[in-house]
């Protein structure tokens, strides 16, 4: 390169905002720039548990054809349904969530001794928002003496989720298409465990979604909730001395917020943000004994993940 100058210039700009850290000299040799571990894991090709970053980012561009139309959703007020988004975007969340499914789902599940016990024996789980079926399959594998039935109101994730557990010869897996206020999921009080990955804040009615969580659950059976890292009051100042809640915001605005709108706009729309003490009122709502966050301490900490993982018990 001949000449630096246009690219201090662009380093100067991903150091102000902190893709890049600049390490300046004292005996007046060039600053140095190198990229933070966060920023690097999005660009391995290595299946770590934020390698769906980079192709879930990629996605992202396909929002500026859908420019129009999200101006058109604030003006009015109306919001999307995930259907009415581009295929790309469909792949790109997904692509985004395959790692972090295979290497924190187990987990996530294990932090729950009852619940872990109990599927490791044979029981019956309601994957509900399950997509395209990733962590479905995830669940399947990890507990093979278990039925495991994925559940999502988008009729052609569902096919892709079929696909997924056929071509992973998985025999222990259903799909059904339903929604948050479909009147039964499967029995009632029939179900050990309901998980909901990274879905319950973007459902449009997620206080009929815990009901129906309830209503499927056995005496003492237990939803799993994994929900992007957020503060426990709901207040600005809290969210944003996370360091993710600048992320996950962008997100929601184009994406989780207007999906948890719903077509009409009469959704919830509690987005990628959504305080902890908001979860907690609409479980109790729903009947619900109550609701715990889980410390994660020795696996992979919230604040790296990105997660948060809470417990409702019935």
Known sequence: IKNVRILQEWALCLVSNGFLECIESADGAPERYVLPLETAVCFRKDENIFSGEWPFLKSLQTLQNLQPVIIDKYTTGAGLHWGDLPQALHNGVTENYAPV????LPNWIRLHDIAHCKLET????????????????????EYPESKI??????EASIQKAIKRADHENRKNVSFMVANSESSEWYGSGEVDVVTFFDAFHDMENPGGAAKQAYAALKEGGVVILVEPLSSEADNIADKCSLPVTGYLSAASSHLCTLTALGVDGTGLGLGASCATTRYRQLFKDAGFKSLNVLSMDGLCGPTENGFRVMVVVK
């Open 149 to 154: 039935v994925g559940v999502d109101y988008h």
């Open 101 to 104: 499914y295979e290497h924190l």
């Open 122 to 141: 044979g029981g019956l789980v309601l994957d509900i928002g399950c997509g395209a079926g990733k962590s479905t399959c995830v669940l399947a594998r």
